[in-house]
């Protein structure tokens, strides 16, 4: 007869989050701030992004804009925004060229 080991898992049903975990704004922004923001978070595939192109994608609630080089495929990430006066970068996947133009100022 062989032994049989009890499970944690088994002999006892573990507490899970309330449902307001999934729903509370403020949690919501704590978990942004403290995981999302701090660690690296997979934003797609890269054989979805060709390369030559740049697309923007959300991140824990921020809008990141990846880019791929058109020659070796090279990818990067920013924040799309401008630095001058906070304007989008980029709203939709669209060519790169030798450099990201602000579409505000230019
Ligand atoms: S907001 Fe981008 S150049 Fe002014």
Redo the contacts with the bound molecule.
Sequence with gaps: MTERFASPLLDRCPPSLPPTAYTDPQRFEAERRRIWAREWVPAGRLSDLAPGRMRPVSVAGESVLLVREAEGGRLSAFLNV?R??N?ELCAAEAPVGRLIR?P???
């Design positions: 401008c001058h006066r304007a602000c505000y100022h230019a």
